[in-house]
């Protein structure tokens, strides 16, 4: 079904659309794609947020020579009724959700690895009113701060014990955590759903709504997660492909981190956008919530 403001996104940028796809697996703005009456194909994203929009569009123009990321083919900063849209090229691919080999590992760290070559001059992320600063310019503030959000946004779901058990795990690790490297880059939701391939290995990436100046240590979670845990001899192949671009930190160190922050955030998502809908994802998330403890 077409929403109204997708019409009126329609209407603003002109196009003669002969056909509309909703876009799956899209779970911070509405993503369509679009065939027009000249047989090209195009994506139109409209961010739930004004912030969101103009954070991708920016990060979208910076990267759009050096990594193979949508071009920006129009952008509208939308009114006081709408957020706004991004009108993006089409990149010839499919989501990387099957099986990945050692080759299109190798592919996916090289990759990861120039994006995180980009460089900033301080810790933060785009907003529609300009750069905004970290405070103190401190990363680890960043995670502790966000770190208790979640906490706050699991506390009607999650068991006390279980919440309490966290805090604590978290503390200990926390600790141990090596110098944050950056600030630089980081995508913040680098998983296969947002790397294409095609036959030839990476195509293109994706979904840079959440991008910001960071630290790498939080951006190799969810590749852990989705692929190097799955798929035997990645890991290895993915670090060989990000060390030829720029040196890999401490992974062994991070990870037990930043799989417990993430999993706590996801169970944060689910308790905003609603347990039941993903209820799949809800469950995981805990029981690597739980597997962390260990």
């Known amino acids: 079904m077409q929403s109204t403001q997708l019409q009126t996104v329609m209407d603003h ?9 909703n876009v799956p697996e899209s779970f911070s703005s509405e993503v369509y794609k679009l065939g027009l009456s000249n047989n090209e194909n195009v994506y139109i994203k409209i961010p739930f947020t004004k912030d969101k929009l103009f954070r991708e569009y920016t990060i979208l123009k910076k990267l759009e020579s050096d990594l193979p990321v949508p071009r920006v083919l129009d952008y509208w900063v939308g009114d006081d009724a709408d957020s706004g849209a991004l ?49 103190k310019n401190d990363w680890r503030l960043y995670i502790k701060n966000l770190f208790n959000q979640y906490l706050v946004q699991c ?13 604590n795990k978290f ?49 190799f979670t969810k590749i852990n997660r989705d692929i190097w845990s799955n798929h035997l001899g990645t ?40 347990i039941v809908k993903h209820k799949d994802f809800y469950d995981e998330s805990v029981n690597i919530l739980k597997n962390s403890m260990v």
């Not at 499919?94 to 099986?99: A, D, E, H, R």
């Open 171 to 219: 503390n200990e690790l926390f600790k141990s955590l090596p110098k944050p490297d950056g600030p630089c880059l980081v995508h913040l939701d680098f998983r296969p759903g947002n790397i294409l391939i095609n036959d030839t290995g990476v195509a293109g990436i994706i979904d840079f709504e959440s991008a910001r100046a960071g630290s790498t240590e939080i951006d």
């Open 87 to 135: 009108l993006l090229s089409e990149i010839k691919g499919v989501p990387c959700t099957s099986k990945v080999d050692t080759r299109l590992a190798y592919q996916i760290g090289l990759n990861h690895a120039k994006l995180h070559e980009v460089s900033f001059q301080s810790y933060g992320y785009e907003e529609q009113n300009g750069f905004r600063y970290l405070e």
């Open 235 to 274: 890991r290895d192949a993915y670090m060989q492909g990000y060390e030829s671009i720029r040196p890999i930190i401490d992974l062994d160190r991070i990870l037990p981190f930043y799989s417990l922050l993430d999993a706590i955030g996801s169970i944060a998502w689910c308790s905003r956008r609603g």
């Open 13 to 21: 940028f002109k196009l003669n659309v002969k056909s509309i796809e």
């Open 155 to 167: 506390g009607a779901i999650l068991p006390i014990e279980l919440i309490d058990k966290s805090e």
